[in-house]
């Protein structure tokens, strides 16, 4: 399983990022993929999932309207839509595949929302 997350940076408030995540070495369909985050002196918390790379998703309650998580099938690739980003976005964000009772993670995509 190899997951590489791209499309982190800086960005100002109010700004839009959207991270990719492009997975191999596993059924891209069968199973839940995620993007999570891990800001500094925090614990690594769920920002969006989404079941069977297309199915149901869910959202953290502190990124609902401004997040959205999709996945293209025939590219192996999960995304992560940002708008409205706030200094609280600032974050290493990671792309995870969950196959139970194992989870996998990328090596993680740095996001800063400063100006």
């Known amino acids: 399983v190899q997951l590489v997350e791209s499309g982190g940076g800086l960005v100002q408030p109010g700004g839009s990022l959207r991270l990719s995540c492009a997975a191999s070495?596993?059924?891209?369909?069968?199973?839940?993929m995620s993007w999570d985050r891990q800001a500094p002196g925090k614990e690594r918390e769920l920002v969006a999932r989404i079941a069977n790379a297309g199915g149901n998703t869910n959202y953290a309650d502190s990124v609902k309207g401004r997040v959205a998580i999709s996945s293209d099938n025939a590219k192996n690739t999960v995304y992560l839509h940002m708008n409205s980003l706030k200094p609280e976005d600032t974050a290493v964000y990671y792309c995870?595949?969950?196959?139970?009772?194992?989870?996998?993670w990328g090596q993680g995509t740095q996001v800063t929302v400063s100006s």
């Open positions: 995870g595949y969950h196959q139970p009772p194992r989870d996998y």
């Open positions: 070495g596993f059924s891209f369909s069968t199973h839940a």
